[in-house]
C-alpha cells in the first residue's frame, strides 16, 4: 500500500485508517497530511447527518420517521406546499425518496435554497422512486433547525461531536448559516474512525451509550437501492451497502461516501473500520480506487 502511494500508483491518498476489534491497526497519513488533518467528507456527511436525526428521535425531538417534513418547514415556505408536497415524510428524505427532482449543482447556486428546492412540482410521486441527491438531506437540516430552540450546530455538538470527542471540526452550512447535512463536514481521519467505530458498536461509545441501537439497525437496513448509481447500490438511512471479495469469501460493507473517495467502511462480520481520505474531490474514478484499497491491500 504505501509503495504504491508512493510511486503514485494510487493517487492523491490523504490518509488510511485500520481499526480491527476497537483498536487502531494500521494509521498513516501521505502527501503532507498528518493526524490533525481535517479532511472535507463531502457526501460521508451525510451519514452525520443520519445520526444527527437518531438521536433528535432518540430524545423525542422527532416523534418518528413517518413525520410529515412540512409540519417543519419555515412559514414563509408553506406556500410551496401541495398535496404530493404534503406526503413526503422523514424517512422519504433519509432514503432519498421525496420525489425531488432540483439538484444541489442547481440550487447551491442560486440565492434561497429552500425555494429554489420547494417551488418547482415534484419528479416523482414520493416514495416511489430512489434518486441519489442532497435536497433531501438539506430538507432534513432545515426540518430539524425549526425544531429546536437554539442553534443545530449547538445541538450537534452537545449530542454527538463532544461524547465522542471531537473538537477540531468544520460544519458546512446552507444559505442561512444553517448546518448543511448533505456534506461538506470536515473531520480528522480519527475522528472519522470513531465515528465509524461508533456504528460498529451499535451506538456504544467507551461503554456509554451515545446512540440507540434500534437508530443503528434502521440506518443500516436495505430500504432502497439508488437507481441513478452505477451499481444500484442497495442503501439505508445515509449508509451505502457495498459487498467485496477476498479468496472467494464475500463481505459485506456498511460505507460513508463521499466525493473523491472519501469512505468510513465498516465490515462487521470482520469488526472492522476502514478510513480512505483523498485530495481526488471530482476526479474521475476516485471512489473506485478507495473501494480498491479496501478490497486488495486491507482485505
Request: aromatic share 12%.
Amino acid at each position: 500500500l504505501e509503495n504504491d502511494i508512493d510511486q503514485n500508483q494510487l493517487k492523491g491518498i490523504e490518509s488510511v485508517l485500520v481499526a480491527k476489534d476497537g483498536k487502531i491497526r494500521y494509521e498513516n497519513y501521505f502527501n503532507g497530511t498528518n493526524s490533525e488533518t481535517t479532511n472535507d467528507l463531502r457526501s460521508a456527511g451525510k451519514s452525520i447527518g443520519s445520526a444527527i436525526i437518531g438521536l433528535a428521535i432518540d430524545d423525542g425531538i422527532i416523534t418518528s420517521t413517518e413525520e410529515k417534513v412540512f409540519d417543519y418547514i419555515p412559514q414563509s415556505y408553506q406556500y410551496t406546499k401541495d398535496l404530493e408536497k404534503s406526503k413526503i415524510t422523514i424517512e422519504h428524505l433519509l432514503t432519498m425518496r421525496s420525489g425531488i427532482g432540483v439538484y444541489e449543482n442547481h440550487y447551491q447556486e442560486q440565492e434561497d435554497w429552500l425555494k429554489t428546492v420547494l417551488e418547482p412540482e415534484l419528479k416523482y410521486v414520493a416514495g416511489t422512486r430512489t434518486n441519489y441527491m442532497s435536497a433531501d438531506p438539506f430538507l432534513l437540516s432545515v426540518n430539524l433547525s425549526e425544531r429546536l430552540p437554539y442553534p443545530l450546530e449547538f445541538y450537534m455538538h452537545k449530542r454527538l461531536f463532544a461524547p465522542l470527542g471531537v473538537k477540531n471540526y468544520i460544519l458546512n452550512t446552507d444559505d442561512k448559516g444553517n448546518p448543511y447535512f448533505a456534506g461538506g463536514l470536515n473531520l480528522t481521519p480519527r475522528d472519522m474512525l470513531k465515528f465509524g467505530q461508533l456504528y460498529l458498536d451499535k451506538g456504544m461509545w467507551k461503554g456509554k451509550r451515545i446512540l440507540s441501537e434500534q437508530w443503528i439497525d434502521l440506518s443500516f437496513k436495505k430500504h432502497t437501492h439508488l437507481e441513478n448509481t452505477s451499481k444500484k447500490n442497495a442503501y439505508g438511512y445515509f449508509w451505502w451497502h457495498e459487498d467485496y471479495e477476498f479468496k472467494g469469501i464475500t463481505y459485506s460493507a456498511l460505507e460513508a461516501r463521499g466525493n473523491g473517495g472519501q469512505y468510513i467502511s465498516i465490515i462487521p462480520d470482520l469488526n472492522l473500520v476502514i478510513v480512505v481520505s483523498t485530495e481526488n474531490y471530482n476526479k474521475t474514478g476516485a471512489g473506485k480506487q478507495t473501494e480498491k484499497i479496501i478490497e486488495e491491500y486491507v482485505l
